[in-house]
Nanobody, 123 residues
Framework: QVQLVESGGGLVQAGGSLRLSCAASGGTFGTYTMAWFRQAPGKEREFLAAIKWNGGATRTADSVKGRFTISRDNANTAYLQLNDLKPEDTAVYYC?????????????????WGQGTQVTVSS
């Protein structure tokens, strides 16, 4: 069974940076896409970025392009680098994995989810 464990969230001042990690286990991820979403209170889950495990093709939401960068290593860990953070970036950030295309921005395309990590940006 696929398991995803996020880490790296926390409290940061506006303009600061964080690096989120998502450690994946329990599966063979070669055909998978790993993605990051976030959800703020009272809002829908929002796609941020995705990366195809084989080949590394990526897709980033226009709303965070230029500030957020997705990457992965060779040890089943995906990352999301968050730069120039703003108070409106405050949310729970989720890692997801699924046998889907890297440009899939719908939460329904991802069958596996982590527990989430809180990111809070103070002004």
């Amino acid at each position: 069974q696929v398991q995803l464990v996020e880490s790296g969230g926390g409290l940061v001042q506006a303009g600061g940076s964080l690096r989120l990690s998502c450690a994946a286990s329990g599966g063979t991820f070669g055909t998978y896409t790993m993605a990051w979403f976030r959800q703020a209170p009272g809002k829908e889950r929002e796609f941020l970025a995705a990366i195809k495990w084989n080949g590394g093709a990526t897709r980033t939401a226009d709303s965070v392009k230029g500030r957020f960068t997705i990457s992965r290593d060779n040890a089943n860990t995906a990352y999301l680098q968050l730069n120039d953070l703003k108070p409106e970036d405050t949310a729970v950030y989720y890692c997801a994995a699924g046998a889907t295309m890297y440009y899939n921005q719908s939460p329904t395309g991802y069958a596996n989810w982590g527990q989430g990590t809180q990111v809070t940006v103070s002004s």
